[in-house]
């Protein structure tokens, strides 16, 4: 079942009262893993130096750092400025394995501006998990934490 993404749009403006990058992303990371169903990990990743990924908060197994703009399903949400829904990550060449049990996984790019600041990665062990209403919900918390943080 879709969860009730306008509901958890405002707690999670209402959870981001400060304005600090790392422990918005941080609330966000634990928030997204404790409210959205069947994920294995919840994070972000930030471009730390031109075109490369290094991994920032998140919630789930330690996993792969860095990962350059053109490897992976981050690197090409990067790369592409444009969200990534994968509905089998085992029938992508260019997925990153980062636990074996992830099946399906969605990247949402975080730009400000021109800016790509980073990457919200999101891994499920279901295949398919990830639905249209689902990458609309998360794009729309994406565009929260965008709002509510400094990001320059
Ligand atoms: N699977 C990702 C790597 C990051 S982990 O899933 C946390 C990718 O292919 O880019």
Redesign the pocket.
């Known amino acids: 079942m879709t969860p009730d993404y306008s509901l958890l749009n405002r707690q999670l403006a209402a959870l981001l009262d400060t304005r600090s990058w790392l422990t918005n992303s941080a609330q966000t990371s634990a928030f997204i893993m404790q409210e959205i169903s069947a994920l294995n990990?919840a994070?972000f990743y930030l471009q730390g130096e031109p075109e490369l990924l290094i991994l920032g908060p998140f919630q789930g197994k330690p996993?792969?750092h860095p990962?350059p703009f053109n490897?992976?399903?981050?690197?090409a949400a990067a790369r592409d400025r444009e969200t990534q829904r994968v509905d089998d990550?085992q029938a992508i060449a260019?997925?990153?394995?980062?636990?074996a049990d992830?099946r399906s996984?969605l990247?949402v790019p975080i730009l400000v501006g021109d800016y790509l600041w980073g990457v919200l990665?999101l891994?499920s062990p279901q295949a398919g998990r990830f639905s249209e209403a689902d990458q609309a919900g998360i794009e729309a918390l994406v565009a929260t934490f965008i709002e509510c943080t400094d990001l320059t």
């Open positions: 990990w994070g996993a792969c990962i490897q992976g399903v981050c690197g990550v260019d997925h990153i394995a980062c636990d992830s996984e990247v990665d891994d």
